[in-house]
């Protein structure tokens, strides 16, 4: 069978991975991917929210199955596109996209199905929120409405910090009309946990949980980014923990959606954050994350493919998902300047016996070799018996991988190995 990939990043490579060991595919299109995933996949230049362009490619090659992997084209309707010309598709349609699509959407929905989240306002008008912020408790976070590409979440410490941050968004439209509303809300002390979640609108089979680290710096500092690396399974996501998210988030937000006529069927990521008072939701996503997918798909024992067809098919309950009892460390090898300015177009050199351990997010190929295309360039995944072992060992090869300005974490996994002591 064929199989089409909409996206390009280190997400897509990785699921792109994991499709390629169904002996049954025979090929896999990737629109556009990239030049590490051309290796893989056969890349079509593509872009992930040229919806016309997907559905006429379609259209011509008429894959047996389809997956959308990024927010953007699952918000824009691309799963309800290709579905309408008879693909059936991985992902959810874009009536139900929108838990990610608006955080309006997504805090209003636990409000009124009372799953458990940090107390929040939002806002339309820049002057009400400004008015709010004289006297609402700091610090405080500010979240821009829209999709901002992993970015439009602000932690502002100090009252001043959060205006301007209200003003950046709403004024000054840092993040395009994806900030004409916000919302301010509490926050929120504790760990925080990524649970990847299958469903198909009747089942939630959660994945292994995972930590990313989302700051460009050592220790948790700088910027946000879309994330320098992930660990898994996350030591603070305990059996105890597991089971209250289940029977608090997991369930009550598949059947909210149900509810509202906006059955979710694809992969819900849970944002959460494990409090004093127990697990809450930061923020819901639509997809896959990036990097959390590069260690949680590596731990998969059961056939992927086979997951998402009866995810599509409403049949998950049959399937028996099983998952490695090891651990998995992704470092990501970023160009030095990210997320803020960088230089690109510099050869990347990989050994042929780490490839199966790499999954390229920016670079493309040009005249036969692959050179850095972006901000984060690629991410290298170990899985090992143990976490320590698993870090170890990502960044080893790390070590082996050479372009200029490449920059990247040292840090990646130290919190979780303080947690398990």
């Keep these: 069978m ?75 309707g691309c799963v309800d596109a290709l579905t309408n010309i008879g693909i059936p598709c991985f992902g959810p349609e874009a009536k139900a996209a929108v838990i990610e699509g608006s955080k309006v959407f997504s805090k209003n929905l636990m409000k009124k199905y009372g799953i458990p989240t940090a107390r929040y306002q939002t806002f339309d008008n820049m002057d009400d929120a400004l008015y709010y912020l004289e006297s609402a408790p700091i610090p405080t976070v500010i979240k821009a409405d829209g999709l901002a590409l992993g970015k439009g979440v602000i932690i502002a410490e100090t009252r001043e910090d959060a205006k301007e941050a209200v003003r950046e968004m709403m004024a000054d439209h840092k993040f395009g009309k994806s900030g004409d509303r916000i919302v301010i809300e509490e926050f929120l002390e504790g760990p925080e946990v990524s649970v990847l979640s299958f469903t198909d609108g009747k089942t939630v089979v959660p994945m292994i949980s995972s930590m990313d680290h989302k700051r460009a710096g050592d220790g948790d500092t700088g910027l946000n980014t879309g994330g320098m690396g992930t660990i898994a399974p996350n030591p603070y996501y305990t059996e105890e923990v597991a089971a209250r998210c289940m029977e608090e988030i997991f369930l009550p937000t598949m059947r909210a959606m149900n509810e509202e006529g906006r059955t979710f069927k694809g992969c819900l990521y849970f944002g959460l954050m494990i409090t004093e ?19 949680v798909l590596p731990l998969l024992e059961t056939d992927l493919l086979t997951i998402m067809q009866a995810v599509t098919e409403e049949r998950l309950s049959e399937i028996d998902v099983k998952w490695s009892t090891g651990a998995a460390c992704c470092v990501v090898a970023a160009s030095d300047g990210y997320p803020v300015k960088y230089e690109k177009g510099y050869e990347i050199t990989i050994p042929d016996e780490i490839w199966p351990c790499v999954f390229v997010a920016g670079a493309a190929e040009e005249d036969g070799k692959l050179v850095t295309s972006g901000g984060r360039v690629l991410g290298v995944t170990a899985v090992r018996p143990t976490l320590r072992d698993a870090i170890d060992a990502s960044y080893d090869m790390l070590d082996e991988i050479d372009f200029a300005n490449k920059y990247y974490r040292v840090d990646i996994g130290q919190r979780a190995l303080k947690a398990l002591k």
């Design 2 to 76: 064929n199989v089409l990939v909409v996206g390009g990043g280190g997400r897509e490579h990785a699921i792109i991975k994991k499709i390629r060991e169904n002996k049954n595919v025979d090929k896999i299109y990737a629109l556009p991917g990239n030049g590490g995933i051309a290796r893989d996949a056969e890349c079509h230049p593509i872009k992930a929210t040229d919806i016309e362009g997907i559905v006429d490619f379609a259209k011509k090659v008429r894959p047996d199955y389809a997956v959308v992997a990024p927010d953007d084209p699952l918000v824009m």
């Design 277 to 295: 008072k127990g697990p809450k939701v930061i923020e819901y996503n639509c997809r896959f994350g990036d990097p959390e997918t590069q260690v």
